[in-house]
């Protein structure tokens, strides 16, 4: 070999060793640059959502998802919240119980064990609020149902004291049925009310019976007391039972789903007495499914927009921003129920679940889209007002309100 090419030239043996050593301190120092560039890791609260997509009531769930959705959004491009001094993003994880008891107790187990979620907002109806209440309560988990009016949801059924994990951001069923026992005989000067309902349903049911209760107690008659069963389509035999009976009134405490067939069948039969509903009357695919049947009847709700206050015209105004379509009550308890999580949140000793519970209970006062919320002590069903809508002209318009 030449000399100058043994010069010239390095080890074939030492060039890959060389660049070896050379990898791995470039490699080294990447990592040193990496560890001082990134960013703190980023501190997440999971709530949890439990509503109706699918099943019987899917225009619930998408309300009170779309609700959530947008509380959520609104309370991080703020920054997040601040728990204890520490700043966090929220998380929201949905889940679809299909509008039924089973899976509402199945997904509300899912959020608490598994997503570990801080709180559960949801589920809307009766049927599914109650036994994912059972599940929250048993795993000492906050959980406040934006739409469930049933006395069962807060309360336990073993020894009727209220749970001391679930809250409710709307009324119930019995301040509910003497809501409308009173407007009936006082505003309307029925005397003689016929009732329909669902008796395989929470809400339906126990609205029912408190409603005869304080209608009876007012001086009033009810004539007729005829119940269905979840699924059933032909209610003729018990609107003829009703007819019979000649009452001034009907109420039919009975989901939006229902009601359109019900008020349907029941025109066609010839009964032209005024129509009185619950809340549950209130998505707006009622004046759609009933076809014009409704229109003239009455029903109780937990807020009007056209008597909306600036913190309901702001809700309602982003709402309708986002979705395109104006929000129902469901939406706007959703919100409320969200707000109201959302104080907790900011008040609580730490993030923790216990913490959060205790600051819940703790709310004194919150100035909410469907009017004021207050917690008293002991119990997780707020004092707050309804109102009585009309359905005139396919809209829903504001009558009257009632305080407690």
């Not at 009531?57 to 601040?82: D, F, K, Q, W, Y």
């Not at 209220?162 to 019995?174: G, I, L, N």
């Not at 309902?197 to 126990?206: G, L, R, T």
Request: glycine share 8%; proline share 5%.
């Amino acid at each position: 070999m030449d000399q100058s090419d043994s010069v010239g030239q390095q080890s074939p043996m030492k060039k890959p060793l060389s660049v070896f050593l050379n990898f791995l301190v470039l490699s080294a120092a990447i990592a040193l640059v990496g560890c001082g560039a990134r960013a703190p890791k980023e501190q997440v609260i999971k709530i949890g959502a439990i509503v109706e997509l699918t099943g019987d009531m899917p225009a619930v769930g998408a309300s009170s998802r779309n609700a959530a959705e947008l509380a959520v959004a609104a309370l991080n491009r703020a920054g997040g919240i601040t728990i204890a001094g520490k700043q966090y993003r929220v998380e929201l994880v949905t889940e679809d119980n299909g509008a039924k008891p089973d899976q509402s107790a199945a997904v509300a187990n899912k959020l608490i064990t598994q997503d570990e979620v801080i709180a559960i907002v949801g589920p809307n109806a009766s049927l599914g609020a109650i036994p994912a209440a059972e599940i929250a309560e048993a795993n000492r988990t906050l959980l406040i149902t934006p739409w469930s009016t049933n006395p069962k949801t807060t309360m336990n059924t073993a020894n009727g004291a209220p749970k001391q994990y679930v809250f409710r951001a709307c009324f119930t069923d019995p301040f509910e049925g003497r809501v409308l026992a009173g407007f009936i005989t006082g505003q309307l000067g029925a005397k003689r009310a016929a009732v329909l309902y669902d008796v395989a349903s929470e809400a339906p049911k126990s609205q029912a019976e408190l409603f005869r209760q304080t209608f009876e107690k007012l001086g009033g008659s009810v004539v007729a007391f005829e119940t269905y069963t979840t699924g059933d389509r032909d209610f003729s035999a018990q609107l003829t039972k009703i007819q019979s009976a000649k009452p001034d009134v009907i109420f039919l405490p009975a989901y939006y789903n229902d009601v359109g067939l019900i008020a349907q069948q029941a025109r066609r039969q010839g009964i032209t007495q005024t129509l009185i509903g619950s809340d549950a009357w209130s998505s707006p695919e009622l004046v759609k499914m009933s076809q014009g049947s409704v229109e003239g009847s009455y029903f109780a709700n937990h807020y009007a927009t056209d008597i909306a206050t600036p913190t309901a015209r702001e809700f309602i105004a982003a709402y309708q921003q986002k979705y395109g379509k104006t929000p129902d009550d469901v939406a706007a308890l959703t919100y409320d129920a969200m707000g109201l999580l959302f104080q907790a949140l900011k008040t609580a000793a730490a993030p923790e679940r216990q913490a959060v519970r205790d600051a819940m209970a703790a709310i004194a006062g919150y100035p909410g889209v469907t009017g004021d919320i207050r917690f008293t002590p002991g119990s997780g069903d707020p004092v707050k007002s309804a109102v009585i809508m009309q359905v005139k002209s396919g809209q829903f318009a504001w009558v009257t309100n009632a305080v407690p």
